[in-house]
């Protein structure tokens, strides 16, 4: 896997961009919730601290654990944040830099749907040991 880096990116339309930390490596979320938020699974980039963003953005609460957020102008999907652990991920295909990335981990792997797939040999979790991962700090990076 490679050290963390400083990387930058962008909304769709270029109002919210922002800097972070982190590795490239890469996680998919199957669940409702990301499908009916973007339209599709969620590829998402864990960063490491807090992300330098601006720009317009939007936060709304999407369940008791977790808030996610949107651009204001564009509606582009920016990040979704864990209350609990205090985890922030940003959306992969917002990253300027799109080389060299490593899918390391597919979550909620039981709602997945029956209409596509990945050949990646990521590691898969299902919603429990998903929770349970995050809670014991043990998720796949």
């Known amino acids: 896997m490679s050290d963390p880096t400083k990387l930058t990116g962008r909304c769709a339309c270029g109002a919210v961009t922002f800097k972070a930390t982190a590795t490239k490596s890469f996680g998919v979320c199957h669940c409702r919730m990301c499908r009916r938020w973007i339209g599709g699974v ?33 509606g582009s999907a920016i990040w979704h944040r864990s209350k609990t652990i205090k ?40 919603g429990w040991a998903t929770l349970w991962a995050l809670i014991t700090g043990k998720m796949p990076n």
């Open 87 to 126: 985890s922030l991920a940003l959306g992969l295909g917002l990253f300027d830099d799109q080389t060299g990335w490593e899918m390391k981990r597919q979550i909620f792997i039981e709602q997945q749907p029956d209409h596509y797939g990945f050949g990646s040999k990521a590691v898969g979790l299902t």
């Open 42 to 74: 969620w590829m998402a980039v864990r960063i490491t601290g807090e992300p330098d963003i601006e720009g317009p953005i939007k936060i709304w609460k999407s369940s008791r654990i977790a808030d996610r957020a949107n651009c204001e102008r564009c």
